[in-house]
C-alpha cells in the first residue's frame, strides 16, 4: 500500500499547553456553566442586512454553499435553512436548527458577534453548548471578513418560522455542559494560520478544506469521544450515515493514484474519467461547491495532493489504461450467476463495465474506488439507491435496485463485481450481511436525494 509522503504537511495539533490552557478555561467554563451561569449575547431587532453591500451578500452566498449550511439545515422536503432535518450520531438524535432571520425560532436576533462565536467556539447566542454534529470545529478556521459576509448573507434571506426540534441524546451527552470540557481537549477555535513555507494557493485551499469545506468531518476518522484523529489520520477516511467516505491521502484505495488535475475535474464536475462518479453524501457536497469559482477548486485540488503521490499525467492514463485491460482479461473466467444477474439488470448501460456514452458518463467500473475499498459498502449502496440525484447533469441518472433485487442477489452481483472490477483485490467476506444492514440504514437518508431534486 503506498504511504503518504513523509513531508506531508499535516495541520497543526493543539499544543501541549496550549491544550493545558484550554482544559483549564474548560473546567472553568464548566464550573460557571453548571452554576447556571450562561453567557447570553445580547439580542438586536432589526438584523440589518441593509448595512451589507450587494458584494458581500454575494460572497456569503458563496461561502454558505462551500460550507453545506443549506444540506444539513433543510429537513426532507422542507424550505431551505429551516433546520428539522435529524442527524444520527453514535450518541443520539440531534436536529439542524433554524438559520432563516426569524426572529423566535432562527437567528433573527442574532448580533454578529453571537453568530461569530457559534461558528468559532460553538456556543449559541443564549449561551447554551452546541454540539459538534454542527462542524464549528472545522468552521472556527473562518476568517472574520467571510463570517461577516455570511451573517450577511443569512440575514438577508426570507425569515421563516420553524420551531427545531428537541434532540434526543442519552445521559450523559444529553448534558450540553460538557462540551466544555470536550472543546478543551480537542477544539482550537483560532482561525486559519497561513503555512509560509507554502504557495497562496495551497494556503487558500487548506483555508477551505479544513475550514467552511469540513471535508474532515466525513472523510477522517474519530476517536472514542468523536473528535477527528490528527496526524496521518486526517482524511484517512471514515464511515458516515452508511457510506465510505474514502481516505484522501496516499492510503487511497483508487487503483489510479489521484492527480491534482483529476481532483480538480472531481469536484468541479462530479466525476472523474480516471475514477469515476461522486455519488451519496458527496453528490450535495459537489453540487454546493458549484457555486465557487475555478481558483478555489484548483486549490483544493492543489492542497489535497500535497498528500497524495500522484503519477505523472501520461504515466496515469497508462495506469488506467491497464487497470481496465486486466478487468476485460478477468471476465471470460467469471460466467456464473453473478454475470448473469449483471448482464440483465446492469449491461444496458454499463455494457460489460466499460461501456458506451449511451447514457451518463460511464467511466470503466474498474477505476472506480467503490470496487477496490476493503469496504463493499459504498458499491452496495449505489445497487440498492442508485444515483438519483447527480451532482452534476453530466453524470446521468441511475435507477434504484432496492425493490427488484433480494439481498442475496445484490451480495451475488457484488461478489462478481469484486472478482471482475478489482481482481487483485481479496474478496468481500460476509456480504448478505452487508447488505441487509446497509439496505436498513438506507431509508432514513433518501430525504437528501429528495431534498436534492426538489432544489
Ligand atoms: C453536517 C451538518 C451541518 C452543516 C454542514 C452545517 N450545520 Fe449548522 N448546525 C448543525 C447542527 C446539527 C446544529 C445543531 C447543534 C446542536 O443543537 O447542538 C447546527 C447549529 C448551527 C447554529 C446554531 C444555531 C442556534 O440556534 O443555536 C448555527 C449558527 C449554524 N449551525 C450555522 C451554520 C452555517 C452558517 C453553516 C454553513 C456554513 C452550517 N451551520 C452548516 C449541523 C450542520
Ligand atoms: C457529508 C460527508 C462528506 C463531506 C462533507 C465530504 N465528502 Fe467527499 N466523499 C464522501 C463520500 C461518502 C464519498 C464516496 C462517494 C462515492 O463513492 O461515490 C466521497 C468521495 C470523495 C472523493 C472521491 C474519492 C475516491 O477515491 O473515489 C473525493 C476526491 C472527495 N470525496 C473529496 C472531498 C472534499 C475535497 C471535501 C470537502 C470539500 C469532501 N469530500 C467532503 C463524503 C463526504
Ligand atoms: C439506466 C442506466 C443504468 C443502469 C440500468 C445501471 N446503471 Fe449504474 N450507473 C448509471 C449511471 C448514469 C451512473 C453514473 C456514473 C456514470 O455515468 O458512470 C452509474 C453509476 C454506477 C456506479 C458508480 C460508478 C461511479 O462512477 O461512481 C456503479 C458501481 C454502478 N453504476 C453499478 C451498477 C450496477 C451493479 C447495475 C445493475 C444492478 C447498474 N449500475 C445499472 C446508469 C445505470
Redesign the pocket.
Known amino acids: 500500500l503506498a504511504r503518504p509522503p513523509g513531508n506531508a504537511p499535516w495541520p497543526q495539533g493543539l499544543g501541549r499547553w496550549s491544550r493545558a490552557g484550554a482544559m483549564l478555561a474548560g473546567v472553568f467554563g464548566l464550573a460557571a456553566a453548571l452554576l447556571g451561569w450562561r453567557p447570553a449575547i445580547a439580542p438586536v431587532v432589526s438584523g440589518g442586512s441593509s448595512i451589507y453591500t450587494a458584494a458581500t451578500i454575494e460572497r456569503g452566498r458563496q461561502l454558505a454553499a462551500?460550507g453545506?449550511c443549506v444540506?444539513c439545515h433543510t429537513a426532507p422536503g422542507g424550505s431551505p435553512n429551516t433546520g428539522g432535518r435529524a442527524m444520527d450520531t453514535p450518541f443520539g438524535k440531534i436536529f439542524t436548527t433554524n438559520l432563516t432571520p426569524d426572529a423566535q425560532t432562527g437567528i433573527g436576533l442574532w448580533s454578529f458577534s453571537a453568530f461569530q462565536r457559534a461558528m468559532r467556539e460553538g456556543i449559541s447566542r443564549d449561551g447554551h453548548h452546541l454540539y459538534p454534529a454542527f462542524?464549528y470545529t472545522a468552521f472556527a478556521k473562518t476568517s472574520d471578513e467571510d463570517l461577516t459576509a455570511l451573517y450577511a448573507y443569512l440575514m438577508a434571506q426570507p425569515a421563516v418560522r420553524s420551531e427545531t426540534p428537541a434532540t434526543q441524546l442519552a445521559f450523559p451527552f444529553n448534558v450540553r455542559p460538557l462540551m466544555a470540557v470536550w472543546n478543551a481537549m480537542f477544539h482550537d477555535p483560532s482561525p486559519y494560520q497561513a503555512n509560509p513555507a507554502q504557495t497562496a494557493e495551497w494556503n487558500r485551499g487548506a483555508y477551505?478544506?479544513n475550514g467552511l469545506?469540513?471535508?474532515g468531518?466525513?472523510?477522517t476518522p474519530r476517536n472514542a469521544l468523536g473528535a477527528e484523529r490528527g496526524g496521518p489520520a486526517f482524511l484517512s477516511g471514515a464511515v458516515?450515515?452508511g457510506?465510505?467516505?474514502?481516505?484522501?491521502t496516499a492510503l487511497?484505495?483508487?487503483p489510479v493514484p489521484?492527480t491534482s488535475g483529476e481532483?480538480y475535474r472531481?469536484?468541479r464536475q462530479g466525476y472523474?474519467l480516471q475514477?469515476?462518479?461522486?455519488?451519496?453524501?458527496?453528490?450535495?457536497?459537489v453540487k454546493e461547491?458549484g457555486a465557487l469559482p475555478d481558483d478555489d477548486i484548483r486549490a483544493?485540488?492543489s492542497y489535497?495532493t500535497s498528500f497524495n503521490q500522484p503519477l505523472a499525467e501520461p504515466a496515469s492514463a497508462e495506469r488506467a489504461g491497464q487497470v481496465v485491460l486486466a478487468a476485460q482479461q478477468s471476465g471470460a473466467a467469471l460466467p456464473g450467476p453473478g454475470q448473469r444477474l449483471f448482464n440483465g439488470a446492469c449491461a444496458s448501460c454499463h455494457h460489460d463495465g466499460d461501456g458506451p456514452k449511451l447514457l451518463g458518463v460511464n467511466t470503466p467500473l474498474a477505476l472506480?474506488?467503490?470496487l477496490h475499498s476493503e469496504r463493499p459498502d459504498?458499491l452496495v449502496?449505489?445497487i440498492l439507491d442508485g444515483i438519483r440525484a447527480p451532482a452534476t447533469a453530466a453524470i446521468g441518472f441511475m435507477p434504484a435496485f432496492r425493490h427488484s433485487l433480494d439481498d442475496d442477489q445484490i451480495a451475488t452481483l457484488a461478489s462478481y463485481m469484486r472478482s471482475r472490477y478489482a481482481p487483485d483485490q481479496p474478496a468481500w467476506q460476509d456480504l448478505p450481511a452487508a447488505v441487509s444492514r446497509l439496505r436498513a440504514t438506507a431509508e432514513s437518508h433518501e430525504g437528501t436525494a429528495e431534498l436534492l431534486s426538489n432544489k
Not at 475514477?275 to 457536497?285: D, E, L
Open positions: 462551500a453545506d444540506v462542524p477551505l478544506i469545506g469540513h471535508c468531518a466525513c472523510h458516515v450515515d457510506w465510505e467516505a474514502p481516505a484522501l487511497s484505495r483508487a489521484w481532483l472531481y469536484l472523474s475514477h469515476g462518479a461522486a455519488a451519496g453524501p458527496m453528490g450535495p457536497v461547491l483544493m485540488a489535497l472506480n474506488s467503490k459504498n449502496r449505489v
